[in-house]
Antibody, heavy 115, light 110 residues
């Protein structure tokens, strides 16, 4: 069974850094793009970008370029989404999904940024 | 960046039929936008219903179907059930798959 399991909720202060994870299982992780999606409180879905763990190709939405960094370690079947300096407006739930008909989703990671 | 538009809200009677649409600010939606449709219920992760315009996933009930209609992508629900009440989002591909954009979502009431 294809599964994506994300890291747990985070509470951070503005200006802090953060890296959240998405671990895949049940398939060859390096052979499928992983997408990241943001959902701010009470709002819709926003496409952040995708990464191909096999060769580290990355494509960012223009709205998120420079705001976040996607990475992956295919040896441990894990993708990452990171921030170097969080803002309160980064508070949201972040989902990862397999970018293959989006046929598998992580459960979401809630990030709260508050002073 | 392109803007993808959906009806903010729709209502359908139990057993009825409703069509949700997904338009693009760049012009007509085509198969080359690889339209995807997702269902999201409160407190849950999204679930994919349709990908690549018409393809149902293994868990997608047969009452959901995808198509192109009048220059937009469309999701038709035939025989609505109370459990279909949810938010529905479309996703379109641009620049040969280098960028993807979600629509704003449709809140469907059954």
């Amino acid at each position: 069974e294809v599964q994506l399991v994300q890291s747990g909720p985070e509470v951070k202060k503005p200006g802090e850094s953060l890296k959240i994870s998405c671990k895949g299982s049940g398939y060859n992780f390096g052979n499928y793009w992983i997408a990241w999606v943001r959902q701010m409180p009470g709002k819709g879905l926003e496409w952040i970008g995708v990464m191909y763990p096999g060769d580290s190709q990355i494509r960012y939405s223009p709205s998120f370029q420079g705001q976040v960094t996607l990475s992956a370690d295919k040896s441990i079947s894990t993708a990452y989404l990171q921030w170097s300096s969080l803002k309160a407006s980064d508070s949201a739930i972040y989902f990862c999904a397999r970018h293959n008909c989006y046929d598998a989703w992580g459960q979401g990671t809630r990030v709260t940024v508050s002073s | 960046q392109a803007v993808v538009t959906q009806e903010p809200s729709l209502t359908v009677s139990p057993g009825g039929t409703v069509t949700l649409t997904c338009g693009s600010s760049t012009g007509a939606v085509t198969n080359g936008h690889y339209p995807h449709w997702f269902q999201q219920k409160p407190g849950q992760a999204p679930r994919t219903l349709i990908c690549d315009t018409t393809n149902r996933l293994s868990w997608t009930p047969a009452r959901f179907s995808g198509s192109l209609l009048g220059g937009k992508a469309a999701l038709t629900l035939s025989g609505a059930q109370p459990e279909d009440e949810a938010d529905y989002y479309c996703l379109l591909s641009y620049n040969d798959g280098r960028a993807w954009v979600f629509g704003g979502g449709t809140k469907l009431t059954v």
